[in-house]
């Protein structure tokens, strides 16, 4: 029994380092040597969705453990001395998301070489560009900043030379180009199907929202005006919101648009399996990849508002790498 540990940021990367564990793929590893540190964040919803998600996981079988470390008044965080003892004693690491800052500063922690990546897909295709043609090492693609020297380390340690391991489990498989020795295997959402699944199916037409506003990738009144216009052209009846939303967007996005906001305590994926479900989802985001897979075979079409990119306008989050990067996201 390989000892793993599982670190993650938020409900989705729970979900997929449930996936992970306990779907059906090539390579499963026995979930029985699988353990989750949650970092939780300070924001709110996303913390109760992970106390949510945290409790689903344990019943499941796999062991979570909650880490507050970011709750501090300044400075750098605490690490407790359990999760230190967890990271220098794992034989494998599964991580949820190597541009985190926090992560960096981890993974010193770590003897091992064996890595797992899990996500949903699009921030790994930027990774793996990255890895395999040695270009700059990890950093969000909506952020200014240049890489820093803990980023630096992180490539380098994922990078499958010397030793090393690198597999990634991924809802796009067939897009990346991963350096020699990589491994990839799909996450098809087989456990969500199988736990959750078919949902309920009406007709309809849901929209499933974003944060891109929040991140500062479009103008909050933009989208609230696209919203509006998008809402009245399809009928829409309902608005799955983003965990990240601004409370007063949603107020507003209610109100005009004549939505009924849906926020759920769980994951999207998880959500909509559960149902009742529009027959048609229009996407404002990337979850179209993963809400296609987690609702395949339920009859439910699934189509991205693929001129979501074309209403960006300067903010303060935004670059040229990061508009050039969602366009290529919204329109394939």
Same mark, same amino acid.
């Given at each position: 029994?390989?000892?793993?540990?599982?670190?993650?940021?938020? =409900?989705?990367?729970?979900?997929?380092?449930?996936?992970?564990? !306990?779907?059906?793929?090539?390579?499963?590893?026995?979930?029985?040597?699988?353990?989750?540190?949650?970092?939780?964040?300070? %924001?709110?919803?996303?913390?109760?969705?992970?106390g949510v998600m945290a409790r689903l996981a344990r019943a499941e079988g796999i062991g979570?453990?909650?880490?507050?470390?970011?709750?501090?008044?300044?400075? #750098?965080?605490?690490?407790?001395?359990?999760?230190?003892?967890?990271?220098?004693?794992?034989?494998?690491?599964?991580?949820? %998301? =190597?541009?985190?800052?926090?992560?960096?500063?981890?993974?010193?922690?770590?003897?091992?070489?064996? #890595?797992?990546?899990?996500?949903?897909?699009?921030?790994?295709?930027?990774?793996?560009?990255?890895?395999?043609?040695?270009?700059?090492? =990890?950093?969000?693609?909506?952020?200014?900043?240049?890489?820093?020297?803990?980023?630096?380390?992180?490539?380098?340690?994922?990078?499958?030379?010397?030793?090393?391991?690198?597999?990634?489990?991924?809802?796009?498989?067939?897009?990346?180009?991963?350096?020699?020795?990589?491994?990839?295997?799909?996450?098809?959402?087989?456990?969500?199907?199988?736990?959750?699944?078919?949902?309920?199916?009406?007709?309809?037409?849901?929209?499933?929202?974003?944060?891109?506003?929040?991140?500062?990738?479009?103008? #909050?009144?933009?989208?609230?005006?696209?919203?509006?216009?998008?809402?009245?052209?399809?009928?829409?009846?309902?608005? #799955?919101? %983003?965990?990240?939303?601004? =409370?007063?967007?949603?107020?507003?996005?209610?109100?005009?648009?004549?939505?009924?906001?849906?926020?759920?305590?769980?994951?999207?994926?998880?959500?909509?399996?559960?149902?009742?479900?529009?027959?048609?989802?229009?996407?404002?985001?990337?979850?179209?990849?993963?809400?296609? !897979?987690?609702?395949?075979?339920?009859?439910?079409?699934?189509?991205?508002?693929? %001129? !979501?990119?074309?209403?960006?306008?300067?903010?303060?989050?935004?670059?040229?790498?990061?508009?050039?990067?969602?366009?290529?996201?919204?329109?394939?």
């Amino acid at each position: 029994m390989t000892r793993t540990l599982a670190l993650v940021e938020n =409900p989705l990367q729970l979900l997929n380092v449930l996936e992970w564990a !306990l779907g059906e793929h090539d390579g499963a590893p026995d979930p029985e040597g699988c353990e989750a540190a949650v970092l939780l964040p300070r %924001d709110p919803a996303t913390r109760h969705q992970l106390g949510v998600m945290a409790r689903l996981a344990r019943a499941e079988g796999i062991g979570v453990g909650l880490y507050d470390i970011r709750r501090v008044p300044v400075g #750098f965080p605490r690490v407790p001395a359990a999760l230190v003892s967890k990271l220098a004693g794992a034989e494998r690491l599964v991580i949820g %998301d =190597p541009f985190s800052r926090m992560l960096q500063r981890l993974l010193p922690a770590a003897r091992t070489r064996d #890595f797992v990546l899990v996500d949903d897909g699009t921030a790994t295709l930027e990774l793996s560009r990255r890895l395999l043609a040695g270009s700059p090492p =990890p950093v969000r693609w909506h952020r200014r900043r240049p890489a820093s020297a803990a980023a630096a380390r992180v490539a380098r340690r994922m990078a499958p030379e010397d030793g090393g391991h690198l597999e990634v489990f991924s809802c796009r498989t067939s897009e990346l180009e991963l350096p020699p020795g990589s491994i990839t295997s799909a996450n098809t959402y087989s456990w969500a199907r199988q736990r959750y699944g078919p949902p309920q199916v009406h007709p309809g037409v849901d929209l499933i929202g974003s944060s891109l506003a929040e991140n500062g990738l479009i103008g #909050f009144e933009r989208y609230i005006r696209g919203i509006i216009s998008l809402a009245d052209q399809v009928n829409a009846e309902r608005y #799955f919101a %983003d965990r990240r939303e601004d =409370p007063d967007k949603l107020r507003l996005i209610a109100e005009h648009a004549e939505l009924e906001i849906v926020q759920p305590e769980l994951p999207v994926e998880l959500a909509l399996l559960k149902g009742p479900v529009a027959n048609t989802l229009i996407s404002l985001s990337a979850t179209v990849h993963t809400l296609s !897979l987690a609702l395949a075979g339920t009859g439910v079409e699934i189509t991205v508002c693929a %001129d !979501l990119a074309d209403r960006l306008e300067p903010g303060p989050g935004r670059s040229e790498r990061s508009a050039a990067f969602l366009a290529e996201i919204m329109h394939e």
